[in-house]
Nanobody, 125 residues
């Protein structure tokens, strides 16, 4: 079984930065693609970023490209989301997710098998 625990959320002013951390337990982390999603109040969950198991490939939503960076440390079973130049529209609960096997898509939430509990990010204007 895999457990994912996010941390690092909080309140920040527009233009500021936060780094989210997702700590994973379980033996499959180092061979699993990981993703970050977010859900704002009244909106559907949306893809933010993803990273392949080897960290050789990264993927971003257009809305965060150039501002957010996803990375991972397989030795620590941890994935990170560095968020810079934050905007009020980035306010949401952020979730990390893990793919339990090969999936065709990094962008769809249905391609992920395990989810964390989420961490709140609030960006004030």
């Amino acid at each position: 079984q895999v457990q994912l625990v996010e941390s690092g959320g909080g309140l920040v002013q527009a233009g500021g930065s936060l780094r989210l951390t997702c700590a994973a337990s379980g033996r499959t982390f180092s061979t699993s693609a990981m993703g970050w999603f977010r859900q704002a109040p009244g909106k559907e969950r949306e893809f933010v970023a993803a990273i392949s198991w080897s960290a050789g490939n990264t993927y971003y939503a257009n809305s965060v490209k150039g501002r957010f960076t996803i990375s991972r440390d397989n030795a620590k079973n941890t994935v990170y989301l560095q968020m810079n130049s934050l905007k009020p529209e980035d306010t949401a609960v952020y979730y990390c997710a893990l793919q339990g096997g090969y999936r065709r898509s990094y962008y769809s939430g249905s391609s992920y098998d395990y989810w964390g509990q989420g961490t709140q990010v609030t960006v004030s204007s």
